[in-house]
């Protein structure tokens, strides 16, 4: 088995306009986040992942970039960031940033000289078509809606942009962009960051022949990645990046992968590859997807779809590649809300039992901010009170345009799978605005703040914070089996409990998760040797064949 220090960490991950204001403007900054080292530190995870930083025009947040190497005056200045990486090393912390480099900004000095004329070097930085019968050139739509094509009356052609209009991507078949990239990369390489987070990273290579999405015919509101992810030249742009760029520096690497398989991961993350280290998977965070909305749904996960696949990666990459393992990010709803219960009475109970249920598995786990303390969806009254592109844009398409959702039904597919459920401001204490921000938030607190925080969580020595951690020390006390070792699933038929098997050398473990709100009986006896012991669990006793609403337990056995 490959072994390297990454395969050992946890991550935190940081989303800075969320997690502390400093100075009252209402937006979070890199001084709040210097504020709360201390705070991951006792968490116990060793990497934080940092969303976009750079300068930005801010049309998704920071994902449409306009200088890679200067930061958002929003967040700080470049004396900011060195001051926050810094002070993480001086706490044994490694510090991974965002790379986006499928697109800029439409307002990058690149993309303002390749619109002014087809003559320009820089034109070809991007890619552009002419138009087809006085249309866009293909039927392309764009994740955030609408076409992907955008029409520039100075040079007569299209560009192309799969998620934003402001967000136009770059054409990676110039050499001259691969090498402004790898140059770019390099420059942060050399301020002693650890490593990158790479953002929809499998769609750099566009097909070779650009020809209409056939799948849109069915399904009118969907997308074209499907059609462009994993394109023909990906492999080799990321085996030269490697050789450029990461192969030389200690990093850690994990490209964001829309319809990745386990096959496909192998061909990206393979230990003899030379590409990437893990890859972000979106298969079991679709599950509950709507067939005619896509991710604007109000459909629950089946567990038994859950096990699928998760075991299915499982297996697949065991001694041949690595798992990146979470529920949360910046871009998904609370997992508590989708995949557990946020009611009052189940709401810690079901926040445990995820935790322990990913942190169990073979990977490295990502925890998203406000994850270890099990915060919650937030149901916002009005769509006027959301800030994410891609909601807006989807109330505009389905209420406004096609009338195809009335507003009541579309606000409640927006309170279950809004990108601002995971947005709304850290929730550090009950004083006003949940102690973010002396002034006003970018976007709203949610109202169950006084009850959830950090504040509480850590004056309560069985809150969810405690949990998370007591997991990650478990996985740094037996990393042979925790997190190499081989696993098994067990009863996959089962549709209310997920239970599993890790192996390593003479150790056994043996995960159960019961995933609904009922008390239910399972022989769990039979799975288990006379020297079992148990490991964690998220209730105060063991009831042995019992399991509680919501009830984790992991048993321990040393001798096979």
């Known amino acids: 088995m490959h072994k ?49 930083i750079y300068k930005s025009p801010n049309a998704d947040n920071g994902y449409d970039i306009a200088d890679y190497q200067q930061i958002m005056p929003e967040f700080g200045t470049m004396a900011d960031f060195q001051q926050l990486l810094k002070a993480a090393h001086a706490r ?28 320009d070097p820089h034109h070809d930085w991007y890619i552009w078509r002419d138009p087809v019968d006085g249309h866009e050139p293909t039927n392309w739509r764009a994740d955030f809606g609408g076409s992907a094509w955008t029409y520039v009356p100075e040079v007569g052609q299209y560009y192309l942009h799969l998620f934003a209009v402001k967000q136009p991507d770059l054409n990676w078949t110039n050499p001259a962009v691969r090498k402004a990239v790898f140059d770019m990369m390099t420059w942060w390489c050399d301020q002693r960051i650890d490593g990158f987070r790479m953002d929809v990273i499998n769609l750099i290579s566009k097909p070779d022949v650009f020809a209409d999405d056939p799948h849109l015919l069915e399904q009118p509101n969907g997308n074209s990645l499907g059609l462009i992810a994993n394109g023909p030249h990906v492999h080799e742009y990321l085996r030269a990046m490697n050789k450029a760029v990461l192969s030389k520096h200690d990093l850690m690497t994990v490209g964001e992968a829309p319809g990745v398989t386990p096959a496909l991961a192998l061909q990206y993350t393979g230990f003899d590859r030379h590409e990437l280290e893990m890859v972000f998977q979106f298969k079991h965070v679709g599950l509950d997807n709507d067939p005619q909305f896509g991710k604007w749904s109000l459909k629950h996960p089946q567990l038994t779809d859950l096990k699928r696949v998760l075991s299915d990666w499982q297996t697949a990459l065991h001694g041949k590649a690595w798992n990146s393992l979470y529920w949360d990010n910046h871009d998904q709803a609370r997992a508590v809300s989708r995949f557990g219960d946020d009611r009052p009475a189940f709401r810690v109970h079901s926040a445990k039992m995820l935790a322990a249920t990913l942190h169990f598995l073979e990977g490295t786990p990502y925890i998203y901010q406000g994850e270890e303390l099990g915060m919650t969806n937030v149901a916002f009254p009005s769509i006027h009170d959301y800030r994410d592109l891609d909601t807006l844009n989807a109330w505009h398409e389905l209420v406004e345009q096609q009338h195809a959702l009335a507003p009541e039904d579309m606000l409640k597919r927006i309170h279950r799978r809004s990108r601002d459920n995971a947005r709304t401001p850290m929730q550090w204490s009950p004083a006003p605005q949940a102690g973010f921000t002396a002034g006003t938030p970018w976007l709203a607190v949610n109202p169950n703040y006084t009850d959830i925080n950090a504040t509480a969580a850590l004056a309560d020595s069985d809150s969810v914070f405690f949990f998370y951690q007591k997991l990650i020390r478990l996985r740094k006390q037996y990393p042979d089996l925790i997190v190499y070792g081989a696993y098994t699933l067990l009863d996959p038929d089962d549709p209310d409990v997920y239970m599993y098997q890790r192996h390593a050398a003479k150790q056994e473990l043996l995960v159960i998760s019961n995933f609904t709100d009922q008390t239910l009986t399972r022989d769990i006896a039979k799975q288990l040797s006379p020297s079992a012991k148990l490991l964690i669990s998220n209730y105060d006793d063991d009831a042995e064949n019992t399991l509680r609403p919501y009830e984790t337990k992991a048993y321990l056995t040393s001798e096979r």
């Open 4 to 52: 390297s220090w990454w395969q050992e960490a946890v991550v935190y991950q940081v989303y800075p306009r969320s997690f502390q204001d400093s100075n009252g403007d209402g937006i979070g900054d890199l001084q709040g986040i210097i504020q709360h080292l201390d705070y991951i530190k006792e968490l116990g995870v060793d990497v934080i992942w940092l969303n976009p």
């Open 92 to 119: 044994g912390l490694k510090m991974m940033m965002d790379l986006v480099v499928n697109h800029t900004s439409d307002e990058h000095p690149w993309f303002q000289a390749a619109k002014q004329s087809r003559t």
